[in-house]
């Protein structure tokens, strides 16, 4: 299955992604109805600047207000679906921050070099 991630200003939110959403719904007005009624809240991140999912290793990065943070993407998934009792409560139990107090991260990006992940 694929997923689609929002960040705003009131947190991140998450669907499951269907290729033919587009057709099936008709109206304009329906499809934004059903796409918004299809997001579930999983994190109440104050305004994420960027976020990104390392399938490969298990990660759900999020940069908020000059922090990086890391959670166990299947675990995001999990809530999202409201799967096994995981809630955001375990999500938040989860997090860790990936830089130290004193550091500011300004930008991140996710790339693929010769077949490898990276991150700066």
Known sequence: MHYLAVGCTTGIYIR???SNSR???GTPLALVTDMLSAFRSVLESHKPTSIVAVPDF???LVHCESALFSYPLDL???VSQAQGGATPRNLYASEEKLNQEHEQVLFFKKGQVTGRTLSE
């Open 16 to 18: 499951e992604r269907e």
């Open 23 to 25: 057709e099936s719904l």
């Open 76 to 78: 995001v998934i999990s």
């Open 58 to 60: 298990d990660l759900f």
